[in-house]
């Protein structure tokens, strides 16, 4: 999902309370370039449902074995336009989704992922297609084959008033949430559904184009840059934002409500964009100032700043985690400290930018963006990050030391040993390869997959190669072994 959203207190030492957060197709910076009938014997296959599922069938899951239905197969994504009006009196969403694709193989039905909401049009291309639902599925029959290799569009019409998912282990609620004056939205791991259809899976990144009509009064946010000036007619007015790099769709977002915003330039030269909820007032000139500071800091650590803007969101929502929205990381109603705008912002590389293949692999979001916090911490005068890591070594108590990092759990996704135990994993390569082998490591790690999708085994393969050493039993003991591993 979204990155893991919790507030833990990292070290008393510090005194640091700290919002854990979170946070995939490849390619470059790119641009956007009648009713149907509902065929209720025409219905989505799952594994186990006894549909057949012809070879120009797409699978109704991408192939990620922790959420085998999350995601499609059959093609790839390479650019979401969406039209969204949202009316918080009647908490309804009126959208029109286009989603400019490529076929990868040949292709008569195909699904995207949509929960609730009430379809009242799909196309192919300029033709009505039919379609019925089955689940979070919306099952699509072409009007006519799709090659293989053929670009396509397939645009959906729905409203509906949106349904987030409720009470899950980690997060508690997250998708698209109903506010008094607007909505927060966050939605890792898989909560894109909740607002638009889509291949919800982060291995399918796409770029992006929104056009979000709310109220006159309320600011409607969402990732990227704003294009033009709003404007207002009839009541009601309309934000355009483009994200031109490909981001995964749980880090999409379209925040609205009532907020104070304030832009400009980093000191080194990156456009800044930072709102808060008028609770949170007095938050937003510390907001700005800090996301700037410390996303030019990370462009000295990590390399180039991925994207075109920075920025930081506050909304008074009390959903006691932050996400790292592209772009716009958001924070759930609380005023976030250096450390957990830290974290945020350094998943703009490790998450964003580079996002996972399979959620087994979140350790790399997770971990990356926790030891960011331990070298802020480092960087700023706090607790170093050898401090941090024997501090939590210590904690010989702590589950995550039967909880593998490398092995994903379901039910307990955003657990602490993806954070704590995945930042751990990197101090301990740290010490073994040495501080100019791991920070050139860090850096060419960066560079190598920039706004791609990356594993363990891809990270693990360019440490042995940078370092010139053997790491598979270093690896192995911090992430995949069910027990503390000794320190050598």
């Not at 005023?335 to 350790?363: N, V």
């Not at 490398?406 to 993806?418: E, H, I, M, T």
Request: some cysteine; glycine content about 10%; charged content about 20%.
């Amino acid at each position: 999902m979204m990155a893991a959203r919790r507030l833990t207190t990292t070290f008393a030492a510090l005194a640091l309370i700290s919002v854990i957060g979170c946070a995939p197709s490849e390619g470059a910076v790119t641009g956007p370039g009648g009713g149907s009938t509902s065929a209720p014997g025409h219905a989505a296959a799952s594994p186990g449902s006894g549909v057949d599922r012809s070879d120009t069938v797409g699978a109704p899951g991408i192939g990620d074995p922790t959420f085998p239905l999350d995601g499609n197969g059959g093609y790839d994504v390479g650019h979401y336009t969406l039209k969204l009006s949202y009316d918080p009196a009647s908490k309804m969403l009126a959208g029109s989704t286009s989603i400019q694709a490529k076929a990868v193989q040949d292709l008569s039905r195909f699904d995207l992922d949509l929960h609730g909401f009430t379809v009242s049009r799909v196309t192919v291309g300029n033709s009505d297609a039919t379609f019925t639902r089955d689940g979070d599925e919306l099952v699509v029959t072409a009007p006519k084959m799709i090659a293989k290799d053929a670009p396509f569009t397939v645009t959906v019409d729905y409203s509906g008033v949106p349904d987030p998912v409720r009470n899950s282990s980690n997060l508690g609620s997250y998708g698209f949430i109903p506010t008094p004056d607007g909505a927060f939205v966050t939605a890792e791991p898989d909560g894109a559904k909740t607002w638009f259809p889509s291949n919800d899976h982060p291995s399918d990144k796409a770029t992006y184009d929104f056009e979000i009509t709310v109220p006159a009064g309320l600011t409607a946010i969402a990732n990227g840059e704003q294009v033009g000036e709003p404007t207002t007619s009839g009541g009601k007015t309309t934000f355009v934002w483009r994200e031109k790099h490909p981001m995964a769709s749980y880090l999409a977002t379209m925040t609205t409500g009532k907020f104070d915003v304030r832009t400009g330039t980093s000191p080194g030269g990156i456009p800044v964009y930072a709102a808060t909820d008028p609770k949170y007032r007095n938050t937003l000139d510390l907001l700005y100032t800090k996301t700037a500071q410390i996303t030019d800091y990370w462009t000295t650590v990590f390399g180039p700043y991925p994207f075109s803007s920075t920025g930081g969101v506050v909304d008074a929502y009390e959903a006691g985690y932050a996400l790292e929205n592209q772009t716009k990381p958001i924070y759930g109603g609380f005023a976030p400290d250096s450390g957990i705008i830290a974290h945020e912002l350094a998943h703009q590389w490790f998450g964003d930018s580079l996002s996972i293949k399979r959620w087994q692999d979140l350790w790399l979001n997770e971990g990356f963006a926790s030891y960011a916090e331990w070298l802020w911490s480092e960087h700023s005068g706090g607790s170093t990050a050898d401090q941090m890591f024997q501090k939590s070594y210590a904690d010989t108590a702590n589950a995550m030391w039967s909880y593998p990092p490398g092995k994903a759990q379901r039910d307990d996704l955003f657990n602490d040993s993806v954070y704590t135990r995945g930042a751990m994993t990197l101090h301990a390569l740290r010490k073994e390869i040495g501080d100019d082998a791991f920070f050139t490591l860090i850096k060419k790690w960066a560079a190598t997959y920039k706004y791609g999708n990356v594993t363990t085994d891809e990270f693990i393969a360019m440490a042995e190669k940078t370092s010139g050493k053997k790491l598979g039993p270093l690896f192995d003991a911090w992430l995949f072994q069910p027990t503390r591993p000794a320190l050598g």
